[in-house]
């Protein structure tokens, strides 16, 4: 079995989880507390990078080289998704051709660097239309894109629905 992205965490680490889990989805059933719902959902995905990030090694696991520059673009995409979207900045920044990166990521995960960079941008798009009190421009900007009708289409080339339309369903 593949343990390589498994976490070995202590029982207070889980335990820590698993409360902030519960009082998230307690909190869901109340539509007025969206400010507090964003940020219970925030502490849990916080929560879950900093096990992931301080994560022990796994016994007699090595990685090979695609492996490393998978991890290290996903870090990076997860730190600059808001501002970056080409596939030519990540692969500056792992010193490596885009070429080289979107063939060794999609060898690795099965989906393209752009697909990732997308699903970034979505993933946090779709939390922020539906739970926090930001305009669709708002989003937009808080996103870096240059307009607010440049992000619809993105939006919905992507989710097969406008952000108002999502925000609604």
């Known amino acids: ?22 009082v998230l989805a307690l909190n869901l ?7 507090i719902t964003v940020h219970l959902l925030s502490a849990m995905c916080l929560t879950v990078i900093d096990m992931y990030a301080n994560r022990r090694p796994v016994p007699h696991f090595r990685r090979n080289r ?25 692969a500056d920044e ?5 070429k ?3 063939t060794v990521i999609k060898e690795v995960s099965g ?3 752009a697909q990732w960079i997308d699903e970034f941008v979505i993933q ?7 739970f926090s009190n930001k305009s669709i421009q708002e989003v ?14 993105y939006f919905k080339r992507h989710t097969g629905m406008s952000p108002n339309r999502y925000r609604k369903v």
Not at 94 to 98: A, F, R
Not at 124 to 130: C, D, G, P, S
Not at 140 to 153: D, I, M, P, V, W
């Open 1 to 22: 079995m593949d343990e390589s992205h498994c976490l070995r965490e202590s029982t207070a680490t889980v335990a820590s989880a698993i409360d902030v889990f519960f």
């Open 29 to 35: 059933a109340y539509v007025y507390n969206n400010g």
């Open 66 to 90: 695609q492996e490393e520059y998978f991890e290290r673009f996903m870090i990076a995409v997860s730190a600059h998704h808001r501002n970056e979207r080409s596939v030519q900045f990540y």
């Open 94 to 98: 792992l010193h490596i051709t885009p």
């Open 100 to 102: 080289y990166l979107s």
């Open 111 to 113: 989906r393209s660097a």
């Open 124 to 130: 946090e798009a779709k939390v922020l239309l539906k």
């Open 140 to 153: 937009a900007y808080h996103l870096n894109f240059s307009t607010q009708s440049f992000f619809g289409k």
